[in-house]
């Protein structure tokens, strides 16, 4: 079954309607026809089973035949990921998207080579969070993450959000297995955390600056195994790990 987003401020009714890029996507791409069933996720926990009712040149028409409603994830999951070179960062958020990433936070560290205006900086926001709508209408996730404006570490810590827990990959001799972090947590709190963020450096880490202000605000320090993981593949790992560790166990 075809998936189509529509933002809850259109989601209202007994009947949708695509329009712009989905409508372009569902009647030029899909060919979608009268009469056929679709899935319309609003990102904010809704599914919407379908009939298309109408299409014209601009826009599809939909009748609702039921509505779903989605259970958040038990974990908020925060990623504070370095941009790395070139386009990962992309792949990055649509791997981060499937493994139920509540949000994502694009960190411009003093490694990453990537320098941002407000400007360009908003125009990549936009594009971003177009990767993410793509990763939920591939994945059927319910739950569209938030994509955040590129920042500095120093500019996210100046915020002081609280997390349950704060982790960032590490390749410190003092670094933990997460497990551990977790299982630390638990037998104090009596409850796995219900909202967790993790920091996972560019190209060359983190400097020692940002690493001491990281860890400086609690974050604490995790292995991701003996060897050292290209940038894309230590966010999956850690995503991966708390999506299971997590949902598993809540």
């Known amino acids: 079954m075809h998936r189509f987003f529509l933002p809850p401020e259109d989601c209202h009714g007994s009947a949708l309607a695509l329009t712009d890029r989905e409508a372009h996507h569902a009647l030029r791409v899909l060919r979608v026809r009268h009469g056929e069933r679709v899935a319309v996720l609003d990102g904010a926990g809704h599914e919407f089973l379908c009939e298309v009712s109408d299409t014209s040149k601009q826009a599809v028409q939909f009748n609702i035949v039921e509505k779903k409603i989605i ?38 560290s003093e490694r990453v080579t990537t320098r941002l205006d407000d400007a360009s900086g908003a125009g990549k926001v936009e594009k971003w969070r177009l990767v993410a709508i793509e990763a939920i209408k591939q994945c059927g996730s319910a739950w569209l993450p938030r994509v955040d404006a590129p920042m500095t570490p120093q500019q996210f810590l100046a ?14 001799t003092d670094a933990r297995h997460p497990r551990e972090c977790l299982r630390e947590f638990q037998s104090r709190q009596g409850a796995l955390p219900r909202n967790v963020c993790v920091w996972i450096g560019p190209e060359g880490d983190f400097t020692p600056d940002e690493l001491r202000a990281i860890q400086g605000a609690g974050a604490r320090p995790i ?9 894309e593949t230590a966010a999956i790992y850690c995503l991966s790990f708390l999506n299971y560790e997590l949902e598993s166990k809540l």
């Not at 915020?159 to 410190?172: I, M, N, P, W």
């Not at 292995?223 to 940038?231: I, K, P, Q, T």
């Open 71 to 108: 259970s958040p994830p038990p974990c908020q999951i925060t990623l504070l990921q370095a941009i790395p070179k070139g386009k990962l960062i992309e792949a990055i958020i649509e791997k981060a998207t499937e493994l139920g990433a509540h949000r994502i936070v694009p960190i411009l």
């Open 159 to 172: 915020r002081q959000e609280t997390f349950d827990l704060a982790l960032v990959g590490s390749l410190q």
């Open 223 to 231: 292995s991701l195994g003996r060897l050292v993981l290209r940038v």
